[in-house]
């Protein structure tokens, strides 16, 4: 089984930055793509960035502003938030392809305030 574990949410005025990281460890092998997603109450769950072996690809809201990256060695993927709007306020959660289908980390508060 593969943990992931995430870090880097918490409270932001809009224009600032964050960066989230999110760690996969236990059974790590035939890891696929990594990415993040992220979703406010009421709405699905949506695709922010995700990288499998061409360059990362992003959402439309997310170009420009964010940036992923992935250290393969490390397993470790990071997304780097920044100019900040409270439209990005969302739980947002790292998610691992795996052979053995997709694994979710529990997720990190960001919260933008205007």
């Known amino acids: 089984q593969v943990q992931l574990v995430e870090s880097g949410g918490g409270l932001v005025q809009a224009g600032g930055s964050l960066r989230l990281s999110c760690v996969a460890s236990?059974?790590?092998?035939?890891?696929?793509?990594m990415g993040w997603y992220r979703q406010v109450p009421g709405k699905q769950r949506e695709l922010v960035a995700v990288q499998s072996r061409a360059p990362p690809y992003y959402a439309d809201f997310a170009e420009c502003r964010f940036t992923l990256s992935r250290d393969i060695a490390s397993n470790t993927v990071t997304l780097q938030m920044n100019s900040l709007k409270p439209d990005d306020s969302a739980v947002y959660y790292c998610k691992v392809k795996k052979n053995t289908g997709d694994h979710w980390g529990q997720g990190v508060q960001v919260t933008v305030s205007s």
């Open positions: 236990g059974d790590t092998s035939g890891i696929g793509a």
